[in-house]
């Protein structure tokens, strides 16, 4: 099914034309339009086109007013003030126009698919391999799950990569002290789980980090590993892959409980640029981008200096040889720009390290790897924090690990479900709690802009009241139930009926759902999706409180609001599934 023209974009559009027949040299120009508590819309374009024009604006104003084409979409326009526009749509346009989105049977509600769509390569979700994943990984996978349903949504062609540590110094370490300790890693026992034998790994990583720090011959043994592992001596590379297979299948045990799809394919770690690392280099020195200092390949910067005012340059090779972060970065770069053929580069990073990505893409941009038509960007984001206001730990203050948290939300949801269920068996209530506990922890952090800090409390996660996806997943269910008492009726539209207040409120934000996708998918904002819709959960239970539905006073009425029910559940359903959260039919 085709698109369907949005209301805002229709009264757009007439307006344009309006004004460019009045103003010739205005053609094209913006007329401003925006949601009003006035009328539907306003616009406030014609105030700065009459002053460039030299035009009285009021004047002006009346002039485009006259010469708009109002067809079935446009109910009144009036000038206001100064010169602005006041417009009110009928409401035969808005039952038609829902009941057009209502009508595609892609279930996309008529969004349309970007005209243009490029290639994004999205780096997020970055565990390390031996390592448990904690509470800091959570904000990285949320993010990027989101960003990329809400691309792909839009038509955009979308890689995603998990870059995953999974090379380096401390599995040379790690390596080494089980060939020297084999004995504390013992998984005969055919009951050991993911989490189990992860959990084991991460004990064995903390011994090994504890020797090499103390001891200068393990070191010096673990670092002699590092070399083995690089060359791709056959027994070091066997332990590896035995580490990385072991992590991968916890990795996957932790994504799946966070309700997100992560592919074998996908995950490209450290490791598999591995084989790029000494070309990259060799281009970077050879163009005169990197140059050698103290024996390191190193690249400079005029506005980075330390504390001391000296320069401090990108280390893309250190001076014994070993290349840092910054090596296997840029040759991701590499990969991704000519093997991927990617326009769009996005790093869902914590913000504490935007310098690094900062001189990583200048780097790029300099040898010639990233221009005008290929374009990177960091996403980064702000910290999970307590309820003290610090950085969220344990209270023994260690960091906390996710799969803790998530179980510590299911659980509460769960409570929650319990005390409200009506029809509920025990495993629909189990299932139900994980549906609202992971959404919940996922709302919470979606519904801040991604760059803010922000307080991780349960409590107020699984409330029924405020901002929470619970709120919002209760709304859905509300409906699901009007729907099922309903019977035999069915949701129609209606487009000759007059709409109340509280109908016309959420029908104009139900057709806004095209528009803020497009948004929110331009912007990499889900928060912006998130807060769009919890406005209407509002909508609706304004109109819920207002509007009897299957007692209102005639047939035709009755369809009509099911009708708005129902196009209300399919927008709320498809939004939270951009955002990674299910919708239980009951709650």
Not at 148 to 170: A, K, P, S, Y
Not at 258 to 265: K, V
């Amino acid at each position: 099914m085709a698109s369907v023209t949005s209301l805002s974009d229709s009264v757009q559009q007439r307006l344009a034309s309006a004004l460019s027949a009045t103003l010739p040299e205005a053609a094209g120009a913006d007329p401003l339009l925006r949601r009003s508590d006035r009328a539907d819309f306003q616009a406030n374009g014609i105030l700065a086109l009459a002053k460039k024009a030299g035009s009285n604006p009021r004047e002006l104003a009346t002039q485009v007013v006259a010469g708009v084409d109002s067809g079935d979409v446009i109910e009144d326009i009036e000038v206001s003030g100064p010169g602005f526009l006041n417009i009110t749509v009928s409401d035969r346009a808005i039952v038609a126009n829902l009941a057009a989105r209502y009508a595609d049977d892609t279930g996309r509600l008529g969004v349309p698919h970007a005209a243009h769509p490029g290639t994004t390569v999205i780096d997020y979700a970055q565990p390390n391999v031996a390592k448990e994943m904690h509470v800091g990984h959570l904000r990285s996978a949320v993010i990027g799950d989101s960003v990329v349903q809400l691309l792909e949504f839009t038509g955009e062609n979308v890689v995603r990569r998990h870059h995953i540590g999974d090379w380096g110094t401390q599995f040379g370490m790690l390596i080494q002290y089980l060939d020297e300790h084999p004995h504390e890693l013992d998984h005969k026992d055919a009951q050991v789980t993911g989490e189990q034998a992860m959990s084991n790994l991460d004990r064995l990583y903390k011994a090994a980090r504890r020797l090499f720090d103390s001891d200068e011959e393990f070191k010096t043994r673990a670092r002699r590993r590092v070399v083995d592992l690089q060359a791709g001596d056959p027994k070091t590379l066997a332990m590896w892959q035995k580490f990385v297979d072991e992590s991968k299948i916890y990795f996957f045990s932790v994504f799946e409980k966070l309700d997100m799809e992560i592919r074998d394919a996908d995950i490209v770690g450290e490791s598999g640029y591995n084989d790029m690392l000494a070309e990259t280099c060799r281009l970077l020195e050879e163009s005169g981008v990197a140059v050698r200092s103290e024996g390191a390949l190193c690249v400079f910067f005029d506005d980075v200096k330390g504390p001391d005012g000296n320069p401090v340059p990108l280390i893309v090779q250190k001076s014994d040889g070993g290349y840092g972060y910054a090596a296997t970065d840029l040759s991701a770069i590499r990969d991704r720009v000519f093997n991927l053929k990617a326009n769009t580069l996005l790093y869902v990073v914590d913000a504490r390290q935007a310098l690094h990505f900062r001189m990583v893409f200048e780097t790029a941009r300099r040898a010639g790897w990233l221009n005008e038509d290929v374009k990177a960007q960091q996403l980064a984001f702000g910290t999970v924090l307590g309820k003290d206001g610090k950085p969220f730990k344990t209270r023994e203050g260690e960091t906390v690990r996710l799969v803790d948290l998530l179980d510590e939300a299911i659980e509460r949801a769960s409570a929650v479900v319990r005390e409200k269920a009506q029809d509920l068996s025990e495993r629909e209530i189990a299932e139900r709690g994980a549906q609202v506990g992971i959404g919940a922890v996922k709302y919470a952090d979606l519904s801040t802009s991604a760059i803010r800090d922000y307080k991780f409390d349960l409590d107020q996660m699984v409330s029924l009241n405020g901002d929470t996806s619970v709120y919002l997943q209760y709304a859905y269910a509300r409906i699901q139930s009007i729907l099922r008492k309903a019977g035999e009726v069915r949701p129609a539209a209606h487009a000759g009926l007059e709409l109340a207040e509280a109908e016309r409120a959420l029908g104009l934000h139900v057709d806004a759902f095209a528009e803020t996708v497009r948004e929110a998918a331009a912007e990499y904002a889900p928060h912006k999706l998130a807060a769009y819709l919890y406005q209407l959960a509002s909508h609706y239970t304004s109109f819920y409180d207002k509007c009897p539905v299957l007692k209102a006073e005639t047939p035709q009425l009755v369809e009509n609001r099911l009708f708005l029910c129902d196009v209300t559940a399919r927008t709320l359903h498809q939004g939270m599934a951009l955002l990674g959260i299910r919708t239980p039919e009951k709650l």
